[in-house]
């Protein structure tokens, strides 16, 4: 394990003085009810150990959550289980799923913590690349991606145990359909696969997208893992305050496995969530507004400095095709760009796995200030 493309991206940000639209930390604060609420925890002496499953009237809230959004009932003693963030619950998960030589799937391009999280368990993650739509046809249409049934068919084997599945999904935004669940479902059905669902920025999904869990489709509560977090939901990405739901044999072996990682942490930010996430929908709406606006702006910025936008339905980001600017290799445009445009992002190769992975895409986050989103647009025209 050697530097990743974030830290090097992030530090060419402080040295240049460049606006960082690179990794996914917001520069919009949470709601100010809430941050009292910690500060209240806190001097309340909520400030020792929680329970090893979490606080529990945060399992109640999230199994509410689970109920009132989804239709899914899952008891909060035993079906939900609290996480320092949704990465340790992704780490927990596989470690607890897998065993040396197994293998897990994921969509490619894909979190870089997945490969990373399955080599701790002594898995091997197979990458399952997803289609791109429109990318080589009329520059006027504006292309996204989408499964593609046959390669996660050609891609489970044997030896797969696991599917991961992301969505909203970072990088690219994309929300997976109604039918494209359902033919996910049914694969794993018949293949008896255990699906892990990421399903972070569930509330974070604009325009005419709707973000569904397959945790929801028949067959699917007893086989999935669900997945998600109060970071970008409330804006609080340093709290790391995650959860599971699932059926309780699974849930207590990510539990058995979690026990050895962080045990429990997070009391007052737990206990300030407890009473938060019943309200989430009221803040969650005018967030998913601040960054649809914050979106089209970069994309419309985007498209006006030569670098065709992609489609982004859910999350922080978007992704762009580099090659009008004469660059084909990602990871050299975004070392080049500080200087050039005083703009950072991240190449899109640092979360693909395919060794004949496309290596022209770049993703900008949007997760900011408006005034940094517009300055930073500002200097990608010019630069043009």
């Not at 009810?33 to 090893?52: I, R, T």
């Not at 939900?80 to 949704?86: K, N, S």
């Not at 993650?125 to 991606?145: Q, R």
Request: charged share 20%; glycine share 8%; hydrophobic share 45%.
């Amino acid at each position: 394990m050697g530097e990743s493309v974030f830290t090097e991206m992030t530090e060419l940000a402080r040295r240049t003085g460049a606006v960082n639209l690179g990794q996914g930390v917001p520069e919009l604060d949470g709601p100010r009810p809430l941050l009292e609420e910690v500060a209240a925890a806190v001097l309340a002496g909520a400030n020792q150990y929680p329970p090893a499953y979490g606080f529990p009237a945060l399992r109640e809230a999230v199994a509410a959550h689970q109920r009132r959004r989804y239709g899914l009932e899952y008891a909060p003693q035993g079906e939900v289980l609290v996480t320092t963030g949704a990465t340790e619950a992704i780490a927990a998960a596989l470690m607890a799923l897998c065993d040396p030589g197994d293998e897990v799937l994921a969509f490619d391009p894909c979190y870089d913590a997945y490969p990373a999280v399955a080599r701790f368990a002594g898995a091997r993650l197979v990458p399952v690349p997803l289609a791109e739509e429109n990318a080589g046809e009329n520059a006027g249409d504006t292309p996204g991606f989408a499964l593609d049934l046959d390669a996660l068919r050609a891609a489970v084997t044997g030896r797969t145990r696991v599917l991961i599945l992301n969505s909203p999904h970072n990088p690219t935004g994309k929300v997976f359909t109604a039918a494209e669940l359902a033919a996910i479902a049914k694969l794993c059905r018949e293949r008896d696969l255990t699906v892990v669902t990421d399903e972070v920025y569930e509330h974070l999904v604009y325009d005419d997208a709707t973000h569904r869990t397959i945790a929801a489709l028949p067959g699917m509560r007893e086989r999935t893992l669900t997945i998600s977090s109060a970071g970008k939901t409330f804006n609080v990405t340093g709290w790391k305050v995650g959860w599971v739901c699932g059926p309780a044999r699974l849930v207590a072996a990510v539990a058995a496995a979690k026990q050895f990682l962080t045990y429990a942490s997070g009391t007052p930010y737990q206990e300030a969530l407890a009473r938060a996430l019943g309200g989430v929908e009221e803040w969650a709406g005018e967030l998913r507004r601040t960054l649809r606006r914050n979106r089209d702006l970069l994309s419309e910025g985007l498209t006006r400095a030569g670098l065709r936008p992609y489609r982004a339905e859910a999350g922080y980001f978007l992704q762009a095709d580099i090659r009008a600017w004469g660059h084909a290799d990602g990871v050299r445009f975004c070392r080049e760009l500080p200087l050039r445009a005083g703009v950072v992002a991240i190449p899109t190769s640092a979360f693909l796995l395919a060794p004949d992975a496309p290596s022209h895409l770049v993703r900008f986050s949007f997760c900011r200030r408006e005034k940094s989103v517009v300055e930073a647009v500002e200097k990608l025209i010019a630069a043009a």
